[in-house]
């Protein structure tokens, strides 16, 4: 069985500050994946980044980046230099490679920046 | 960018009414999912399919039925909506079959049942 956990159910920062969300897994595959998804208040869900267990680079986009710690199965995110446009619920995702392949959804975390 | 199409986005509808949530992508994916979420809330999977004339129920029950004739469309009916339908449905697609891909979503159908 595969678990998602955010515990972060609501986050409010004051615009450009640093904001880090919170991803803890569960599985016993050790091969699987793991994603991180943006929801707007538009209601669409926008794909951020992917990443398999075997590659635990951390991994930087812009502002975004993205810290892997198999030791403590863990994927968190962290959004740097916060703007108002990075308010959105975000969710954390797991999918194991020789499983049914579906994707495991943490309950999201809402983030609000304040300008 | 992900080319996946949702019709309608929003839905105001009476009870009873029968109704079909489209869903459409152009890239070819083999594998479609339906979700069915509260606003802001967490997603559940309700259906998916792996390819034309493969369906299949998700984790969590529900009265809907979908259907899988074209490997680009996946369209989602409720034969009498009630108001315990109302939610966002979000339709998503991944592929190819032999690996494990990114799911990507459409915009979703925002339906309300009164």
């Known amino acids: 069985a595969q678990k998602v956990t955010q515990a972060q159910t609501e986050i409010s920062v004051v615009e450009k500050e640093d904001v880090t969300l919170d991803c803890v897994y569960e599985?016993?595959?050790?091969?699987?994946?793991l994603f991180w998804y943006k929801q707007p208040p538009s209601g669409e869900l926008v794909f951020l980044i992917r990443?398999?267990?075997?590659?635990?680079q951390n991994e930087i986009s812009g502002r975004y980046s993205w810290n892997f710690q198999k030791s403590t199965s863990s994927f968190n995110f962290t959004i740097t230099a916060s703007q108002v446009v990075d308010s959105a619920v975000y969710f954390c995702?797991?999918?194991?490679?020789?499983?049914?392949?579906?994707?495991?959804f943490g309950t999201g975390t809402r983030l609000t920046i304040i300008p | 960018e992900a080319d996946i199409y949702q019709t309608p986005r929003y839905l105001v509808i009476g009870t009873g009414k029968k109704i079909t949530l489209e869903c459409s992508q152009t890239?070819?994916?083999?594998?479609m999912y339906w979700y069915q979420q509260d606003p802001g809330m967490e997603l559940h999977l309700i259906h998916y399919?792996?390819?034309?004339?493969?369906?299949e129920k998700g984790d969590l029950s529900s009265e809907s039925t979908v259907s899988r004739i074209r490997t680009e469309h996946f369209p989602l009916t409720l034969e009498s909506a009630r108001p315990s339908h109302t939610s966002q449905y979000l339709c998503?697609?991944?592929?190819?079959?032999?690996?494990?891909?990114?799911?990507?979503f459409g915009p979703g159908t925002r339906l309300t049942v009164l």
């Open positions: 998503a697609s991944s592929g190819p079959l032999a690996g494990t891909d990114t799911q990507y």
């Open positions: 599985t016993r595959d050790t091969t699987y994946y």
């Open positions: 990443r398999n267990s075997f590659d635990e």
């Open positions: 995702a797991l999918i194991a490679r020789f499983g049914n392949e579906k994707l495991t």
């Open positions: 890239m070819g994916h083999d594998k």
């Open positions: 399919s792996y390819g034309v004339n493969s369906t």
